[in-house]
């Protein structure tokens, strides 16, 4: 009985965890043909947006449906059914009211933001997403109640769908639109309200004819023992994304100001669309490693496996440094090519930007993939606070980046090495910090010297093919080709040095039973 629950629970952290990496998939390449509907302009408005907004999203929800879904399971163990319905119907009507006095602060306040951010021609824009901020909170309560039940379906489902809704009407609606470029990243913003009603819908339906809940009534008392419960565990949580999302809220209010440049929309258009988008995915592709991990490395922390433990840290680590540092290296190399590619529309100047933009930043995919699966492993371990400190430290470093290089010469290109610096700084502070304290330090060997030796072998069969082929790569077909023809030495590499042998499949996060 207990291996078919942790099956189940080890099966449902994976379908989450693939609906998620393939909706930020479809979110990364989203950007890609709204970015040659938009122009650089259009996409640095459409991205002076969603740092505030996105902020205000996580004060909205507070870190609550993550606290729901633990405390509804934790419910549900005792059979405690009386007490999973009061909990959910807390956390309903808290996010429900968070939701609506955000939603109403953006929208009241939308000109002071965009005044800030360094453009007025936005604030039209935070009245046209204001309504999301109730639809999304109220939306991840389903997905929370769910989840404590066990069920990751519906939430894995309605993250798609969400996505597609609003690649169709945002491209639809944004292509309408043009040329006057600011009605249509009033559309493409307008798809994002519209897709997050969708999921709202969805999940009310799902949770209508699905969900069980018995009517309750909540009594004074309650509200101060649930409130006492929901806060520690929603603390960490909200805190972490908060901090988290203040990474962009720097860049959305200092690139703008900063740049003395006329362009500096653009510039920041090209920095946060485009480049953003390519370091996204693979971010995206490394993202099912920490929520597999998560599991596996839960249950040998709470049954003092300590070989078991390390074992499993080490293969989360290995499995997303085997993913981040190709993908990283190809970019640093390929950036042009990828964005050519990609972004055909674009000047070539802007293109130019760009890739000097992506081959700075590169190497961040690496540190932030790291880091996010370690992330993971404090929350595993009971140590959530600390990726809250490591990233509040790794913010000022941004800040202090961004306002050294900004103004100089060095331009828009301060932001990559800043970025770079942040995410470094973090993924060190948190390696160090478990090796240190919590005594798991990454096999060198296995976590670094291998992986570095095939990526370092991709990224040279790269060069030779770009130096004497290069009429070649620049071209569309080559660059596809090329990109192809790199992974397949990646793999053969990996294969060649045995970078991971049989007995370690099993204790892979993905492979656990």
């Avoid at 955000?102 to 951010?117: M, P, T, Y």
Wanted: net charge positive.
């Amino acid at each position: 009985m207990k291996q078919v629950k942790e099956r189940n629970f080890i099966t449902g952290a994976l379908v989450l965890s693939m609906g998620g990496l393939f909706a930020k998939i479809l979110g990364a390449l989203y950007r890609i043909p709204l970015t040659n509907i938009l122009g650089s302009y259009g996409m640095g408005l459409y991205q002076l947006v969603f740092p505030p907004y996105i902020l205000m999203l996580t004060i909205a929800q507070a870190g609550v449906p993550t606290a729901l879904s633990k405390l509804i399971a934790e419910n549900n163990r005792l059979d405690n059914k009386e007490g999973s319905a009061k909990v959910f119907r807390f956390a309903f009507l808290l996010l429900l009211g968070l939701g609506v006095v955000s939603a109403l602060g953006v929208a009241l306040f939308s000109k002071v933001i965009a005044q800030a951010e360094g453009n007025v021609d936005t604030a039209t824009c935070f009245i046209i997403i204001a309504p999301a901020l109730v639809f999304v909170p109220v939306t991840n309560v389903l997905k929370g109640y769910f989840q404590g039940n066990m069920n990751m379906i519906p939430s894995s489902m309605t993250t798609v769908i969400e996505q597609v809704v609003k690649l169709a009407v945002g491209l639809t609606v944004a292509s309408y639109f043009m040329p006057d470029v600011i009605k249509a990243v009033q559309g493409a913003v307008f798809a994002i309200t519209i897709s997050e009603f969708t999921s709202l819908v969805i999940m009310t339906i799902i949770y209508i004819t699905k969900g069980r809940q018995m009517p309750v009534k909540l009594q004074k008392q309650d509200f101060k023992v649930m409130g006492g419960q929901v806060f520690q565990l929603a603390l960490p949580v909200a805190l972490g994304a908060f901090v988290m999302q203040m990474s962009q809220v720097i860049d959305s209010v200092m690139v703008v100001n900063l740049l003395s440049t006329t362009n500096a929309t653009n510039l920041y258009g090209l920095w946060t669309g485009p480049v953003n988008s390519m370091l996204g995915l693979p971010i995206a592709m490394s993202a099912g490693v920490a929520v597999s991990a998560l599991p596996g490395i839960t249950n040998s922390y709470m049954s003092k496996d300590r070989n078991k433990l390390h074992s499993s840290y080490n293969s989360a680590i290995k499995l997303t440094v085997v993913i981040a540092l190709p993908c990283a290296l190809g970019l640093i190399v390929l950036s042009r090519q990828i964005l050519s590619l990609l972004y055909g529309s674009l000047p070539n100047n802007e293109i130019d930007i760009a890739g000097r933009l992506l081959s700075l930043s590169g190497i961040s995919v690496l540190f932030l993939a790291v880091m996010q699966t370690c992330v993971s492993v404090f929350q595993a371990i009971n140590k959530p606070y600390v990726p809250v400190v490591a990233l509040s430290l790794s913010i000022v470093v941004k800040a202090v980046g961004n306002l050294l290089l900004l103004p100089t010469s060095i331009g828009i290109y301060g932001s990559a090495v800043s970025e770079t610096l942040c995410f470094f700084f973090a993924c060190v502070v948190m390696v160090v910090y478990l090796g240190v304290k919590c005594q798991l330090s990454p096999d060198i060997q296995g976590c670094v010297i291998k992986p570095l030796a095939a990526s370092l072998v991709m990224t040279l069969f790269i060069t030779v093919v770009a130096t004497f082929l290069k009429s070649f790569v620049d071209t569309k077909i080559g660059t596809v080709v090329t990109v192809g023809a790199a992974g397949i030495v990646y793999f053969v590499a990996l294969y060649l040095l045995k970078v991971f042998d049989k007995n370690e499949l099993y204790v892979l996060p993905i492979k656990q039973r």
